[in-house]
């Protein structure tokens, strides 16, 4: 499914390949949409695309990876394809990211900045259940 969906954005997109220019537009990206920038530690990015005209975003890496968000203790796991239609301060119809809750995996659909301070940033799942953090527990590590 992420698989096809990147490939009907592809046309007029913008491309990069390579792990330190993947960082670095991953990193870019999400400053432009004022979303925490350590919301994505994906380390080992080969490919990463942004159709502007559509807002379909997608981020590939060789394998899937696990991040503990250590300020709230929570586990999130990231696909080989993570894809997202993105607008400022949020990500919409995500595809590739589930966040662990007790022992059970649920895949997150939308990550919303809604409050006017952006100090909270709520995760909902398909099935409309959210739960809300602080933005800063997303910040990269170090700062």
Partial sequence: ?????????????????????????CAELLEELHLPR???PLGNLVEVGRNKETGFVWLRQPKSTTHVFKKIGKTVSYATEVTAFVEDRRMMRMTGVKSKELLMWFSISDMIVADPEGKKIIFKTSSGLGRAFPFSAFEEEGN
């Fill in 1 to 25: 499914m992420a698989s096809e969906l990147i490939e009907n954005n592809r046309e007029g997109a913008e491309v990069y390949h390579g792990t330190e220019i993947c960082k670095t537009k």
């Fill in 38 to 40: 350590g919301l994505l």
